[in-house]
Nanobody, 124 residues
Framework: QVQLVESGGGLVQPGGSLRLSCAASGFTLDDYAIVWFRQAPGKTREGVAWISTSSASRYYAASAKGRFTISRDNAKNTVYLQMNSLKPEDTAVYYC?????????????????WGQGIQVTVSS
């Protein structure tokens, strides 16, 4: 069964950190670019970060730049999103997606496989 599974979410105080993981099963991530999206209550899903197959290229939304870092370990078939200096506005369900397009894009239609999402709540 081809799937992505996110983990590492939870409740954190403003200014804190979390590391999300996106693990693949049923396929290898080596040939796929990976994207992280998020969706806050009442808002549309938005792209957060993107990483190429070899990690040579990374792209961040303005809201994530300087605070979030996307990385991957192809040997572990896993992609990570390290989130630092978290703000209440980062509260959302976070999703990872896998796609074959080799250029950074937050066009959701370019990603064929998605995880089920994981909640991140930033609150004191």
């Amino acid at each position: 069964q081809v799937q992505l599974v996110e983990s590492g979410g939870g409740l954190v105080q403003p200014g804190g950190s979390l590391r999300l993981s996106c693990a693949a099963s049923g396929f290898t991530l080596d040939d796929y670019a990976i994207v992280w999206f998020r969706q806050a209550p009442g808002k549309t899903r938005e792209g957060v970060a993107w990483i190429s197959t070899s990690s040579a290229s990374r792209y961040y939304a303005a809201s994530a730049k300087g605070r979030f870092t996307i990385s991957r370990d192809n040997a572990k078939n896993t992609v990570y999103l390290q989130m630092n200096s978290l703000k209440p506005e980062d509260t959302a369900v976070y999703y990872c997606g896998a796609g074959v397009r080799p250029v950074a894009t937050f066009d959701q239609s370019q990603y064929r496989t998605w995880g089920q999402g994981i909640q991140v709540t930033v609150s004191s």
